[in-house]
C-alpha cells in the first residue's frame, strides 16, 4: 500500500510566498489533511482539492498556520455540505482547541461544542492508532513553545513528521535509530536561534546518516538563498507529492 505526501503549504507562520505549513496525507484514496492553517482553503482550491474531497483533518497544536482555516471547513461542511467532518486529534488538546480556538467564531444558538461541527477522534498520546488501512498515526508530545501543548506525528513507524518543535536531537537519533524510522519532514527556521523551532544551524549538527532522510518544511520567504547550503538535507517543495 503506497502511501504519499503533498505538502499544501511549506511556509513559516509569517510567510508570505508560502502557503501554511499544512499535508494532505494519502493512501488508497484516503486523503488526510495535516493542519488546517489560514492558508488552507485558497491552498487546497489552488491543487484542486475541496473540502469535501478530504476523509479527515489531524490537528498538532492550535497556532493559527495550524488551525486557522478550521472555522471555515466547520462551517462549509456544515452549512454547505451538510456533513460533520472528522477530526483527529491527540486528546489533551480537544478541549484547548475548542475554548481557545474555535469557540469564539462557531458558537451560535443550540451549536455549543465541538461535537457540533466534527466527529471528534481523540488519539491516546504515544500509541499508534490505524485511521484507515496502510495508514497508523502515533502523536508524539514534542516542545514547541514553553507551555504549551503541541505534537509531531509517527506516521506506519517509518515516517516522522515534526509539525512545529524545537531541536530533539535525542528524539531524532532514537527515532532512526531504535524504531527504523526511514523519512523525516521536519519544521526548518533559517536563521539562529531556535527558540520556538529547529534551525537550520542546529539540524546540520544531526549525524549525516539522519540528515540525508530529513527533507526541511516550514521555512520563510528567503528560503531559496539557502538552497545547496543544507548538507545532505532538501526543501520540501510545496504542492509535490512524496512517497513515504
Ligand atoms: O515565543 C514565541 C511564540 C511565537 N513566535 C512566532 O510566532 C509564530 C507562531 O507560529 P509558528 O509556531 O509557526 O512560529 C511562531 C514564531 O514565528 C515566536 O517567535 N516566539
Ligand atoms: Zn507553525
Ligand atoms: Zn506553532
Known amino acids: 500500500m503506497s502511501v504519499s505526501i503533498t505538502m499544501i503549504g511549506t511556509g513559516s507562520a509569517f510567510a508570505n510566498a508560502y502557503n501554511n505549513n499544512n499535508a494532505i496525507i494519502e493512501v488508497d484514496?484516503?486523503?488526510?489533511?495535516?493542519?488546517?492553517?489560514?492558508?488552507?482553503?485558497?491552498?487546497?482550491?489552488?491543487?484542486?482539492?475541496a473540502f469535501g474531497?478530504?476523509?479527515?483533518?489531524?490537528?498538532?497544536?492550535?497556532?493559527?498556520?495550524?488551525?486557522?482555516?478550521?472555522?471555515?471547513?466547520?462551517?462549509?461542511?456544515?452549512?454547505?455540505?451538510q456533513r460533520t467532518p472528522v477530526l483527529y486529534i491527540p486528546a489533551p488538546l480537544r478541549d484547548p482547541l475548542w475554548e481557545h480556538t474555535l469557540k469564539g467564531g462557531l458558537v451560535q444558538g443550540a451549536l455549543q461544542s465541538l461535537d457540533d461541527f466534527f466527529e471528534v477522534r481523540e488519539l491516546t498520546v504515544g500509541e499508534p492508532a490505524e485511521l484507515a488501512p496502510g495508514l497508523v498515526i502515533e502523536p508524539i508530545r514534542t516542545e514547541h513553545i514553553e507551555g504549551r501543548l503541541s505534537y509531531s506525528f509517527l506516521i506506519n513507524e517509518q515516517f516522522f513528521y515534526s509539525a512545529d518543535?524545537?531541536?530533539?536531537?535525542?528524539?531524532?537519533?532514537?527515532?532512526?535509530?531504535?524504531?527504523?524510522?526511514?523519512?523525516?519532514?521536519?519544521d526548518c527556521q533559517l536563521?539562529?536561534?531556535?527558540?520556538?523551532?529547529?534551525?537550520?544551524?542546529e539540524l546540520l549538527t544531526l549525524p549525516a546518516h539522519i540528515q540525508s532522510i530529513i527533507r526541511l518544511m516550514h521555512?520563510?520567504?528567503?528560503?531559496?538563498?539557502?538552497?545547496?547550503?543544507?548538507?545532505?538535507?532538501?526543501?520540501?517543495?510545496?504542492?509535490?507529492?512524496?512517497?513515504?
Do not use: W
Not at 474531497?53 to 455540505?81: N, P, R
Not at 531541536?167 to 537519533?173: A, D, E, I, M, R
Not at 528567503?222 to 512524496?242: A, C, D, I, L, N
Open 191 to 201: 536563521t539562529a536561534p531556535g527558540t520556538v523551532h529547529a534551525c537550520l544551524d
Open 165 to 186: 518543535m524545537i531541536f530533539n536531537p535525542g528524539l531524532l537519533q532514537q527515532l532512526v535509530d531504535e524504531r527504523g524510522v526511514r523519512h523525516i519532514f521536519h
Open 29 to 49: 484514496g484516503y486523503r488526510l489533511l495535516v493542519d488546517c492553517g489560514i492558508t488552507a482553503p485558497s491552498a487546497l482550491h489552488k491543487l484542486d482539492i
Open 219 to 244: 521555512y520563510g520567504d528567503t528560503m531559496p538563498e539557502y538552497v545547496g547550503r543544507t548538507g545532505p538535507m532538501s526543501f520540501v517543495e510545496q504542492g509535490k507529492t512524496y512517497d513515504i
Open 53 to 81: 474531497d478530504l476523509d479527515a483533518v489531524l490537528i498538532s497544536h492550535t497556532h493559527a498556520d495550524h488551525v486557522g482555516g478550521l472555522e471555515e471547513l466547520a462551517f462549509q461542511m456544515k452549512f454547505v455540505h
